[in-house]
């Protein structure tokens, strides 16, 4: 069981620079969401999508841009990397995204930006 | 001010111990309450989650919520050296797992 599965698992960038983070779900679950995580500040929600076609923006969505094409991928893309932007980076899914919609995590993608 | 605050600990308890986690929160539109457990290089997983006020047990795990007092809390009895991790507390209004917001998570450490 795949579960959750989030490329790659460590990136260093040069500020400036552009990337893609890849996440991808085999649980079919409508709701998908990108977190960061950070020391001192907890996972905080990026960007998130209750389905193909519609995604709608977190609690820092600045510098990240998303799209969502099928159900089972949800890539977080990086637009001009900023050292700010160094952290840990999860890709969530959930069945319905509602009361008691379990989060389902991924490894984690870990991103250091000089 | 976070509307969720945790503290990051570290905590050390011996083996067999009981621990005690807890969060505060300012908002009172939040109805949902989860823990999530994290081992260290690994995803979150869900550990327990209520709703609204009250007690729930599961194995060594117990969860309180006082929504008067704007309080949860993670009870674990006889700690074990695999329940070395850190929690974070987690909690959303009606729109649940679209909008989770999570404290800063303690990090546990239980000693044999």
């Known amino acids: 069981n795949a579960g959750v599965t989030q490329t790659p698992k460590f990136q260093v960038l040069k500020t400036g620079q552009s990337m893609t983070l890849q996440c991808a779900q085999d649980m079919n679950h409508e709701y998908m969401s990108w977190y960061r995580q950070d020391p001192g500040m907890g996972l905080r929600l990026i960007h998130y999508?209750?389905?193909?076609?519609?995604?709608d923006q977190g609690e820092v969505p600045n510098g990240y841009n998303v799209s969502r094409s099928t159900t089972e991928d949800f890539p977080l893309r990086l637009l001009s990397a900023a050292p700010s932007q160094t952290s840990v980076y999860f890709c969530a899914s959930s069945y319905s995204g509602g009361p008691y919609g379990e989060l389902f995590f991924g490894e984690g993608s870990r991103l250091t930006v000089l | 001010q976070k509307e969720v605050e945790q503290d990051p600990g570290p905590l050390s308890v011996p083996e067999g111990a009981i621990v005690s986690l807890n969060c505060t929160y300012s908002n009172s539109a939040f109805q949902y309450f989860m823990w999530y457990r994290q081992y260290s290089r690994k995803g979150p997983e869900l550990l327990m989650y209520t709703y609204s006020s009250g007690n729930k047990e599961d194995g060594r795990f117990t969860a309180q919520v006082d929504k008067s007092s704007k309080y949860i809390s993670l009870f674990i009895r006889d700690s074990q050296p695999s329940d070395s991790a850190t929690y974070l507390c987690a909690m959303s209004g009606l729109q649940g797992a679209q909008k989770l917001v999570f404290g800063q998570g303690t990090r546990l450490t239980i000693n044999p």
């Open positions: 999508s209750v389905g193909a076609g519609i995604t």
